[in-house]
């Protein structure tokens, strides 16, 4: 079965500085991942998602992310944090073949001035 | 030109009634999915739709039904509700329903059950 792990329930950062989420997934055979962001009061929206290919993904906001086969790890990132970043971001994981997005159970960023 | 839409956005109300959450989409997608977000942010799929039908039921009480009128539609209703029906509901759309196709997610149903 498929899961995801994301070891930080919360983290806080100043402004400016740099972010990283952690995210490990188990899947069977070649996951396909994806970071979602969820701000107060707001749906999911998706910042960035690996299919295949390039390790290191672009998403929207600045974030970046890189997916680990070795590791299993799908870490996100960004190297300067603004306030509007304040938020609760989501990692997930997919077959090629099923659509069940099973979740991770997210990590709450805080933001200080 | 609000891409996956719920109502309502609030709903509050008392254990044992019935109540329905509304979900559209005007995207042109095939795929609809019912996501359950727990007070711990705890996010699981509980249905999905593909061209209205049932493609995904996972372990959840018969007293959620889902309905498909058509492809842009996706409604959940619940029945004799519990207090542990509290919860944010999330309606989500994709173009089809292979791992390739992004979700689109809706805005979110809080329900409150009292």
């Known amino acids: 079965a498929q899961s995801v792990t994301q070891p930080d329930i919360h983290i806080t950062v100043s402004e400016g500085a740099s972010l990283e989420l952690r995210c490990n997934y188990s899947y069977g055979a070649t996951p396909y991942l994806f970071w979602y962001v969820q701000s107060p009061g707001q749906g999911l929206q998706l910042l960035l998602k690996y299919f295949s290919g390039d390790t290191l993904v672009q998403g929207i906001k600045g974030f970046e992310a890189e997916f680990k086969r070795s590791q299993s790890s799908f870490n996100l990132r960004k190297p300067s944090v603004h306030w509007s970043d304040a938020a609760e971001y989501f990692c997930a994981v997919r077959g090629a073949a099923g659509n069940k997005l099973t979740f991770g159970g997210g990590t709450r960023v805080l933001v200080k001035p | 030109d609000t891409a996956v839409s719920q109502t309502p956005k609030y709903l509050v109300t008392q254990m044992g009634n019935d109540k329905s959450i509304k979900c559209e989409q005007n995207l042109g997608h095939d795929t609809m999915y019912w996501y359950k977000q727990d007070s711990k942010k705890f996010l699981k799929i509980m249905f999905s739709?593909?061209?209205?039908?049932?493609?995904i039921n996972e372990t959840v009480p018969n007293r959620f039904s889902p309905k498909s009128p058509d492809k842009a539609h996706l409604n959940l209703h619940i029945n004799s509700l519990e207090l542990g029906d509290s919860a944010v509901y999330f309606c989500?759309?994709?173009?089809?329903?292979?791992?390739?196709?992004?979700?689109?997610f809706g805005p979110g149903t809080r329900l409150t059950v009292t």
């Open positions: 739709y593909n061209n209205k039908e049932l493609i």
């Open positions: 989500a759309s994709s173009q089809g329903s292979s791992g390739v196709y992004e979700q689109y």
